[in-house]
């Protein structure tokens, strides 16, 4: 039996025992010395990621429970009682070469996990509905994407890509990886970034329906918008369109920092 099924079994098996318990994992990796990076998919609820001085990850996952939808459903029905089913979510975890991915199988309704990871540590964390994404204490590459949810990373380091779809964006950088360009962005919601002071960085801002907000020195590029021009089409219409992102660099300029909001403020602060 290979290694994800058995996680699987096992803690599927001790879900039959302890419904109402949250399933936990300790998964360890194939080399602690090496950073790790941790995979995290749901379709349903939402994920805490703490970094710890650990040499494991571990994980604990639980399903919402239903009583108040509950009381709403019929006890019987066509003379038979209603047995109620388990809201355990079927946490799935597979670990190989310091890769850990994470996934629950629960289709009733949403689960949420905490996931405590080593320090220096790679995250890609995908949430879809009713739930929300937070970090703390990791440093590495952070790839964190919600549909209908808030993003908020703090006291992190390394770089960053966060896009919501519907909620906010809050991000803490303590440090940053000069090497590597970062992107934040929401179509319903405000970006609140927080970056060291002394970041080198260029910039580019979009803000369709709102206001953008610094401390820092931003000296912006005085430049004409960039022109796009996509020429005459075969329907005989012809489309031209100036792109109205802001474009400016912070201490000199340096690695890419894109900033984009359809439908909220964005403030770059500056860490006091």
Known sequence: MNKKLLMTFLLCAGSIWAQDEPERATVPLTDPARPAR???????????????????????????????????????????????LPSNPGLDVMEENNEVTIKTTMSR?????????????????????????????????????????????????????????????????????????????????????????????????KADHGEVYSDFDVKMDASRPTRQDSGRQSDGTYHLRFDQTLRGTINGGGPELQFTSFNGQIFIRKKK
Do not use: W, Y
């Open 38 to 84: 941790i995979r995290v998919q749901l379709m349903a609820g939402g994920v805490k990621v703490r970094g710890a001085d650990v040499k494991q990850v571990v994980v604990e996952a639980r399903g919402r429970h239903e009583s108040e939808s509950r009381e709403h459903r019929p006890e019987r029905a066509d003379g038979l009682k209603r047995l109620n």
């Open 109 to 205: 309704g949403p689960s949420d996990l905490i996931v405590t990871v080593p320090r220096r540590s790679s995250l890609q964390l995908k949430c879809m509905n009713d739930g929300d994404i937070e970090v703390e204490q990791v440093e590495g590459e952070i790839d964190a994407n919600d549909l209908n949810g808030r993003i908020t990373l703090k006291n992190v380091g390394g770089s960053v890509v966060a896009h919501s779809l519907n909620g906010s964006v809050t991000v803490v950088l303590d440090r940053v990886d000069a090497s590597k360009p970062m992107s934040f962005s929401t179509m319903n919601g405000d970006i609140d970034v927080t970056l060291p002071e002394n970041l080198k960085a260029n910039v580019r801002v």
